[in-house]
């Protein structure tokens, strides 16, 4: 049976996970991340980022190149278990950048790990919807 507090736990990370992007926050980003070589991050269209020191640069890079962020968020399925858990959503982004604005839409997996009584967001998977 999951525990509340858990689930709880995992949703207020997968918001600030959220937050953080918005906001282009590295620091909080960074915060929220597991920061070993095992976490893995796929943004919408690209190939798999392995490790958090490359995790870092790729956001770091999202941060720089874009003016501004608003993301919209529907959760579809959340599961908690005891030290794994995971969140599927679909992601509405509006970016702009040097005046252009675009809006995409993505399918995205969040997993959070459990260590050390924190839940870490150890792989962020986000795939294109394409209509």
């Known amino acids: 049976m999951t525990n509340p507090a858990d ?5 207020a990370a997968n ?22 070589s ?9 190939f798999p980022i392995v490790g958090w020191s490359n995790i870092q640069d790729s956001w770091e890079s999202i941060f720089r190149n874009t003016d501004s ?7 579809i399925k959340v599961e ?9 959503l679909r992601e509405i982004v509006l970016q702009s950048n040097q005046g252009r604005r675009m809006k995409a839409q993505s399918i995205a997996t969040n997993i959070f790990q459990k260590m050390a009584q924190k839940w870490y967001l150890v792989s962020h998977h986000g795939s294109p919807i394409m209509r």
């Open 7 to 11: 689930q709880e736990a995992v949703l």
């Open 38 to 46: 095992s976490s893995i991050c796929i943004h919408p269209g690209s």
């Open 69 to 75: 962020l608003e993301i919209e968020t529907e959760i």
């Open 80 to 88: 908690v278990d005891q030290a794994l858990s995971y969140v599927l």
């Open 15 to 36: 918001q600030a996970f959220y937050s953080a992007f918005s906001d282009r926050d590295l620091k909080a980003m960074t915060s929220l991340w597991w920061q070993g």
